[in-house]
């Protein structure tokens, strides 16, 4: 019997569903708000949001992407300036772009003077110079929410995440900086188990502290410690179909699925980036601006009345036109940011990587047996 390929020699930098994965996660996100938005209600598998559940893939995802790309720059200073060019550029043209543009529109769809967001607590302005550190410490502006849902006055209800992210950026960088990366993997692994645990307890009624640091560091961590330990992660059909299995009864069984699926839910999506049949690499990266742009394009589309259209098209004519602002923001922000990313100041040596990184370059994770 052949044996299974490890997730090391099943990963092929230059041939994987991670650009597929992305996009369409960022999809199931535009689309769990659509209904949201226009209608008040959103899409649940079992206990979860099916757009929650989304968040989570991408969190395992970057937690296995991050650790790998601080691995192999082999330099805290590229690290974050990567990290750095790949959020915030973007975020910050997007929190722009909202308030001064969505939000005018969105005071004139509500009846109001497009000057009326200028006034008040909270103005336009404010809203950008309160949230421009990526934390959302101001969700909207006065007078302006979602008529589907009047006590949700957000203008880009998907921002949340992108600071939780960047703690999540940090909290490897820190892992490298202690050598926890780079040697002593099972800190890494005792980490995870600690978190399960408290997930766990959790879901039991216990007081962890903020539940939804605990809930996206889980999962984000899980996808690097599959990085780390990737020759020891089998990639095998049968193992993905049990995780299934495991991920639906958490989610039916209990309030939070990753008490009893965590570890599952994250090997599902790995086994998915070196198993599903569709492998481009995509030229445009449109999942990030997919992310941040379609909640407000949602939101509009509700004020202006398009709701009346249906769910089929409003959910459609929506994603067309996020999809629109999304490859702008590709073409003119983030793509010409992360053109900047090899500046000769961010180089910064650091400890020789492992040669698990090694393995995962380009040219040197290709597995010796046949694709399945």
Same mark, same amino acid.
């Given at each position: 019997?052949?044996?299974?390929?490890?997730?090391?020699? =099943?990963?092929?930098?230059?041939?994987?569903?991670?650009?597929?994965?992305?996009?369409?996660?960022?999809?199931?996100?535009?689309?769990? %708000?659509? *209904?949201?938005?226009?209608?008040?209600?959103?899409?649940?598998?079992?206990?979860?949001?099916?757009?929650?559940?989304?968040? !989570?893939?991408?969190?395992?995802?970057?937690?296995?992407?991050?650790?790998?790309?601080?691995?192999?720059?082999?330099?805290?200073?590229?690290? =974050?300036?990567?990290?750095?060019?790949?959020?915030?550029?973007?975020?910050?043209?997007?929190?722009?772009?909202?308030?001064?543009?969505?939000?005018?529109?969105? $005071?004139?769809?509500?009846?109001?003077?497009?000057?009326?967001?200028?006034?008040?607590?909270? *103005?336009?302005?404010?809203?950008?110079?309160?949230?421009?550190?990526?934390?959302?410490?101001?969700?909207?502006?006065?007078?302006?929410?979602?008529?589907?849902?009047?006590?949700?006055?957000?203008?880009?209800?998907?921002?949340?995440?992108?600071?939780?992210?960047?703690?999540?950026?940090?909290?490897?960088?820190?892992?490298?900086?202690?050598?926890?990366?780079?040697?002593?993997?099972?800190?890494?692994? $005792?980490?995870?188990?600690?978190?399960? =645990?408290?997930?766990?307890?959790?879901?039991? /009624?216990? !007081?962890?502290?903020?539940?939804?640091?605990?809930?996206?560091?889980?999962?984000?961590?899980?996808?690097?410690? $599959?990085?780390?330990?990737?020759?020891?992660?089998?990639?095998?059909?049968?193992?993905?179909?049990?995780?299934?299995?495991?991920?639906?009864?958490?989610? %039916?069984?209990?309030?939070? %699925?990753?008490?009893?699926? /965590?570890?599952?839910?994250?090997?599902?999506?790995?086994?998915?980036?070196?198993?599903?049949?569709?492998?481009?690499?995509?030229?445009? !990266?449109?999942?990030?601006?997919?992310?941040?742009? %379609?909640?407000?394009?949602?939101?509009?589309?509700?004020? =202006?009345?398009?709701?009346?259209?249906?769910?089929? $098209?409003?959910?459609?004519?929506?994603?067309?036109?996020?999809?629109?602002?999304?490859?702008?923001?590709?073409?003119?922000?983030?793509?010409?940011?992360?053109?900047?990313?090899?500046?000769?100041?961010?180089?910064?040596?650091?400890?020789?990587?492992?040669?698990?990184?090694?393995?995962?370059?380009?040219?040197?994770?290709?597995?010796?047996?046949?694709?399945?």
């Amino acid at each position: 019997m052949r044996p299974r390929p490890s997730l090391a020699e =099943a990963f092929d930098p230059r041939g994987n569903a991670l650009d597929v994965l992305r996009l369409a996660l960022a999809v199931v996100v535009a689309l769990t %708000h659509a *209904t949201l938005l226009g209608f008040g209600w959103q899409p649940v598998w079992g206990s979860a949001y099916l757009g929650d559940l989304a968040v !989570d893939g991408f969190f395992v995802l970057s937690g296995f992407l991050v650790a790998r790309s601080y691995l192999r720059l082999g330099s805290l200073r590229r690290y =974050a300036w990567h990290r750095f060019l790949r959020i915030m550029p973007g975020f910050w043209v997007c929190l722009l772009l909202v308030a001064g543009v969505v939000a005018p529109l969105a $005071a004139l769809l509500s009846g109001r003077p497009a000057t009326s967001v200028l006034t008040g607590e909270d *103005t336009a302005l404010s809203y950008v110079t309160s949230n421009a550190l990526l934390r959302i410490n101001q969700l909207g502006v006065d007078g302006v929410g979602n008529p589907a849902d009047a006590g949700d006055p957000s203008l880009d209800g998907s921002l949340w995440s992108l600071f939780y992210e960047a703690l999540c950026y940090g909290a490897v960088a820190a892992l490298g900086v202690l050598g926890l990366l780079h040697r002593r993997r099972w800190v890494l692994a $005792a980490l995870c188990a600690l978190l399960w =645990a408290a997930t766990i307890a959790g879901a039991a /009624g216990v !007081d962890v502290g903020s539940p939804l640091v605990l809930r996206l560091l889980f999962v984000f961590l899980l996808g690097s410690a $599959a990085f780390l330990f990737a020759e020891r992660v089998p990639v095998s059909t049968a193992l993905a179909g049990a995780s299934l299995v495991l991920v639906a009864a958490g989610l %039916h069984l209990l309030p939070d %699925h990753r008490a009893l699926a /965590g570890p599952a839910f994250a090997y599902l999506l790995l086994w998915a980036v070196v198993r599903l049949p569709l492998r481009p690499r995509l030229r445009w !990266d449109l999942s990030y601006g997919l992310y941040v742009y %379609h909640w407000p394009v949602y939101l509009l589309l509700s004020l =202006a009345g398009a709701g009346v259209l249906g769910v089929p $098209a409003f959910t459609a004519l929506g994603l067309l036109i996020a999809a629109a602002a999304a490859t702008a923001s590709w073409l003119l922000v983030e793509a010409p940011a992360l053109r900047a990313k090899d500046a000769a100041w961010v180089q910064f040596p650091l400890p020789r990587a492992t040669a698990l990184t090694a393995r995962l370059r380009p040219g040197a994770g290709r597995r010796k047996t046949p694709r399945s």
